[in-house]
């Protein structure tokens, strides 16, 4: 019965490690990832389309989320990216009950007590945790009511927000309290003008998928410096190198535009974003450079992506970013 409790608890470890690295490798999937910059709305998921109804959130990008125009829209991916992948228990205080269920079962049933005999161990723990929560809460309540005490009264005039009947302000929060201390704010409306586009230029945006794929499957850095951003310019760059290290050249041949759908389109000052999202068939092609032996893929496919374009008002459009659907 003994070496039965064993197998039983070390089959179920087993099962965790399984389900945690199958967690990782798909967290690290994906060719090319999601790159470059949206302006205000680089950490803010695209509006959902037909033909994208979601994008992976950025992975690479110089913009940073803690400056003043992102720090809200990095809050809404971050939110965003924690509940599409809660993890093998969930996220938040479920999760962590869930895991130490597991793990007291596990380590009765190692110890000879049953999967249940672990729990009272279990319940102690749970009693000094729900205590250290209520301190937390109550002290930073505390310190809450000692900052609004000792301010300004020109700051406490602004934190406790607009005069009764003057209406809401810009920054009125739809929430306060402990509202907002457990993350109740109402989320904040996306930065930027709409701006109305023309046809012209959704066949810009169909010309420079083509041209793109053309000039990286060249090497040609002089066309894609002509067509995207300085920061996509350096990603291209980069992976060109590692395939030149690599010692294999990557093409991407007949391309065709299948379905597009625009995502939105706004302004930030002087510069205009429009994020497209582009369904299209292609071939992708990994060739090995002394032999031209094709080592990956070289058969047709569709793929699904969103593409960010920018341009200066009046100007012409660059590739600004990409992500994955």
Known sequence: MMRHRWLIALAAIATVFVFVAADYADARSGRGGSMGSRGSRTFTPPAATNTAPTAAPMQRSVTQPSTPATAGAAGTASAAGAAARPGLFGGGMLGGLAAGFIGAGLFGMLFGSGFMGGMGGFASILGLLLQIGLIIIVARLAFAWWQRRNAPPAAAMQSAGPAAGAGPGPNTQAFGGLGAMFGGNAPAAPAGTPVTLEKSDFDDFETLLGDIQAAYSAEDLAALRARSTPEMMSYFAEELTDNA??????????????????????????????????????????????????????????????????????????????QQA
């Open 245 to 322: 290290s690599r010692g294999v050249v990557n093409t991407v041949t007949d391309v065709k535009l299948l379905q597009g759908d625009l995502s939105e389109a706004w302004r930030e000052g002087d510069r205009e974003y429009a994020t497209v999202a582009m369904h299209f068939a292609l071939t992708d092609s990994t060739v090995d450079r002394a032999s031209g032996r094709t080592v990956e893929g070289g058969t047709p496919g569709e793929v699904t992506e969103l593409w960010t374009f920018m341009r200066l008002r009046g100007g012409e459009w660059l590739l600004s970013a990409i």
